[in-house]
């Protein structure tokens, strides 16, 4: 397995839940991460993104201000910390690793995907 989500669950609207991804040291070096996730009915959407070296970060509209991206490079590991939680976020949540070291919105960019880890959020 190369990219593996960990950190999905249950929690109540308002609350927090940090994802992890850990993966291969050799599609994680250099290269932008991303998460991405996909709610039922729904087509999957991009989260955000950090470029290799921390330095470019990107999130979706709908996370701003309320979701953190940030990456280990000595762990080979991208976190997604999700505060403030709503029912809208509930989703399986995926992380991928990017075909260059900056990573953009566009999930054709992402050369490596991991399985999903699921997050539903209650009202």
């Known amino acids: 397995v190369q990219l593996q989500a960990s950190g999905g669950g249950l929690v109540q609207a308002g609350g927090s839940l940090r994802l992890s991804c850990a993966a291969s040291?050799?599609?994680?070096?250099?290269?932008?991460m991303g998460w991405f996730r996909q709610a039922p009915g729904k087509e999957r959407e991009f989260v955000a993104s950090?470029?290799?070296?921390?330095?470019?970060?990107s999130y979706a509209d709908s996370v701003k201000g309320r979701f953190t991206i940030s990456r280990d490079n000595a762990k080979n590991t991208v976190y997604l910390q999700m505060n403030s939680l709503k029912a809208e976020d509930a989703a399986n949540y995926y992380c991928?690793?990017?075909?260059?070291?900056?990573?953009?919105?566009?999930?054709?960019?992402?050369?490596?995907w991991g399985r999903g880890t699921l997050v539903t959020v209650s009202s």
């Open positions: 040291r050799r599609i994680f070096s250099n290269n932008g």
């Open positions: 991928a690793a990017s075909r260059t070291p900056y990573a953009k919105s566009d999930g054709t960019n992402y050369a490596y």
């Open positions: 950090i470029s290799y070296n921390s330095v470019v970060i």
